[in-house]
């Protein structure tokens, strides 16, 4: 009976990667016992974003199997690391750059990395926005000190399950950084290599506007998974995010997708949707995947500013929850491009 059920798993295709679980190896154990189908699949990522369509396909694939009457789905989470981790321990590192200022990049990056972090994954988020620091702020931490450890590499500081490394812990306040483009170099390869950043599904770095000496160093000094493109609707904004595409493009760093931030307002009082930038401008980009599009919301400022990210102090509002899928979404198409070309798995017990 055992065989019959792996013969139905095996036509379940995850819906993204649009192959069946068994030859992905996500299915960690599957047995059957008085008629009862025990299926646990390993999901490629803690913050699946297609996790209910998967246990509705396992559990109907079971059910198929002539003696079972019921069937119990559990699920487990493991992130594939990329042919080629950027760093020791870390599998994934992720950009979030935008082109220019304004946008809300730094708000995005830091409500990403608390989602993934919220849906388990094991999460770091750098601060690579050296001349303008804000992540420290908006975790609530702009007075903690970056400390060394026994080995002598920065101790990143921890809020919000998230590991975290910026600038503004490692200066006064208020200091400006005076700095040309060497010292930024080294500033980079310090933050990447010479931090105890521990094991971690994925490193988000909050890039600065632009394209420059910052986001050369990085494409320069670690093997990158992908960029999240955050933009606003407006003409004048897109603009130069499409040098930021361009700028991935030439350095070979795929990009996963676009977020529309600031995409729409809802009035309180009356309701009424404003599309204050006119929503939908991100399609201008080009193919590429949209991951979700931010409406505008008193909130998001306020909770940045009182060191709180959204989608934990207002996990249900319209602004969180597209956070929330944005972030699943961005997961899904890491472990799409990671498991693009991975060879058949057949191990389980």
């Known amino acids: 009976m055992r065989d019959a059920l792996m013969a139905a798993l095996s036509t379940v295709n995850d819906p993204e990667l649009h192959r069946d679980l068994v030859s992905l190896g996500m299915i960690e154990h599957a047995s059957v ?10 999901l490629t990522t803690p913050a699946c974003p297609l996790k209910g369509q998967i246990e509705h396909d396992v559990r109907a694939a079971a059910l198929t199997v002539p003696g079972v009457q019921g069937a119990v789905i559990t ?13 020791p321990g870390v599998k994934h590192v992720l950009l979030v750059g935008s082109g220019k200022g304004g946008v809300g990049k730094s708000s995005v990056a830091v409500n990403l990395a608390a989602s993934l972090a919220l849906d388990g994954a094991r999460v770091g988020l750098l601060d690579a926005d050296v001349y303008g620091p804000s992540v420290a702020h908006m975790l609530g931490q702009s007075g903690a000190k970056v400390t060394a450890n026994e080995e002598r590499k920065m101790r990143p500081l921890d809020a919000h399950g998230v590991r975290f490394i910026s600038m503004a812990n490692l200066s006064p306040a208020g200091q400006a950084l005076v700095w040309r483009g060497p010292m930024l170099h080294s500033a980079i390869q310090q933050f990447l290599k010479d931090a105890a950043w521990g094991e971690l599904d994925y490193l988000i770095v909050d890039l600065p506007p632009g394209t ?4 050369l160093s990085l494409t320069q000094t670690v093997q990158v998974t992908g960029a999240v493109i955050v933009t606003t609707p407006q003409d004048v904004a897109l603009i130069d995010a499409t040098r930021a595409v361009d700028m991935f493009r030439k350095a070979s760093v795929p ?6 931030n600031m995409s729409y307002f809802v009035a309180p009082d009356t309701g009424v949707t404003y599309d204050l930038f006119g929503r939908g401008g991100s399609r201008k980009l080009g193919d590429h995947t949209p991951l979700g599009e931010i409406p505008l919301e008193v909130s998001v400022r306020q909770d940045a500013d009182a060191g709180t990210p959204a989608v ?4 249900d509002s319209p602004a969180a929850l597209a956070l929330r899928q944005a972030a699943r979404a961005l997961a899904g198409q890491v472990s799409v491009r990671t498991l693009a070309h991975l060879p ?3 191990t389980v017990v």
Request: no cysteine; net charge negative; proline share 5%.
């Open 75 to 87: 699920f487990g989470a493991m992130v594939r690391a990329a042919a080629q981790p950027a760093l």
């Open 344 to 346: 058949d798995q057949l």
């Open 255 to 260: 990009v996963l997708g676009v977020i529309e």
């Open 212 to 215: 420059g000496d910052v986001q």
């Open 33 to 42: 016992d008085a008629g009862v189908a025990h299926v646990k699949v390993n």
């Open 312 to 315: 934990i102090a207002h996990p």
